[in-house]
Every structure is written in structure tokens, then in C-alpha cells.
């Protein structure tokens, strides 16, 4: 993960030869259950937003059907769950989409709306 502009915020960076549908953005610690607020930031930009791929799979319905065990505590995919989310890719060069998507985190980490 790499921090976007550096506003906090965590990008998922390539590591290989992929065809990432979208990436993953993680809110910092410091604007830990303010999702809505930038999720709205960007819908308002016209920038889509999807969950991250389940997020914390435990919460998933579908597990009712599932044989499993967990160990532990999962704080680290809770907090996936409740502070990142998807936002679209291309395979093209998306730089000047990707400073757009810093200049609208940029607003909304600033705002006082939550």
C-alpha cells in the first residue's frame, strides 16, 4: 500500500502483471469511522465507491453455510471493513484521474462533515 498525496490515506500499488478492477482505499486511523463522509465527498465528485470485497468476511451471511474456525480476534479486517472501500481503474493512465481523487480526499479530510 502506498499513502496517496500524503493525506494518510492507503492505495493498494501493483505488484505485478494484474487487471485490477478498482483499488482499495483505507481511511487513516485519525478519520477512523468517517467512511460516509468520503464516500459522499466522491459520489458528490462523481467518483464511484463499492466495498471492499467483503471486508470482513466473518460478517458475511453466506458464512451460515460454512464450516469454519477463527482464531483470535480480527481487528485488522474490522477495521478494513468499516474504513476502506473500492474505487475504480483503468488500464490506461489514470494520473490525472488520481491527483482528481487526492484533490477530493484532500476536501473531505479537511471538512468538518461527517
Known amino acids: 500500500m502506498e499513502k496517496i498525496g500524503g493525506l494518510g490515506f492507503q492505495l493498494q ?4 502483471s494484474s487487471s485490477w478492477f478498482g483499488f482499495a482505499v483505507i481511511l487513516p486511523e485519525d ?3 468517517n467512511r460516509r463522509k468520503y464516500i459522499r465527498a466522491m459520489e458528490t465528485a462523481g467518483i464511484e465507491t463499492r466495498p471492499i470485497a467483503a471486508g470482513n468476511f466473518v460478517r ?3 458464512l451460515q453455510y460454512m464450516d469454519y ?3 483470535g480476534e480480527l481487528k485488522h479486517a474490522d477495521y478494513i471493513h468499516e474504513n ?3 474505487t475504480g481503474n483503468h488500464s490506461s ?8 481523487l487526492a ?3 484532500n476536501r473531505a479530510r479537511s471538512s468538518a462533515d461527517v
Not at 13 to 16: L, M, N, V
Not at 93 to 100: A, K
Open 13 to 16: 500499488t501493483e505488484t505485478g
Open 31 to 33: 478519520e477512523a469511522g
Open 60 to 62: 458475511q451471511k453466506a
Open 69 to 71: 474456525s477463527i482464531y
Open 84 to 86: 476502506g472501500f473500492f
Open 93 to 100: 493512465c489514470m494520473r490525472e484521474q488520481i491527483d482528481y
Open 103 to 105: 484533490s477530493v480526499l
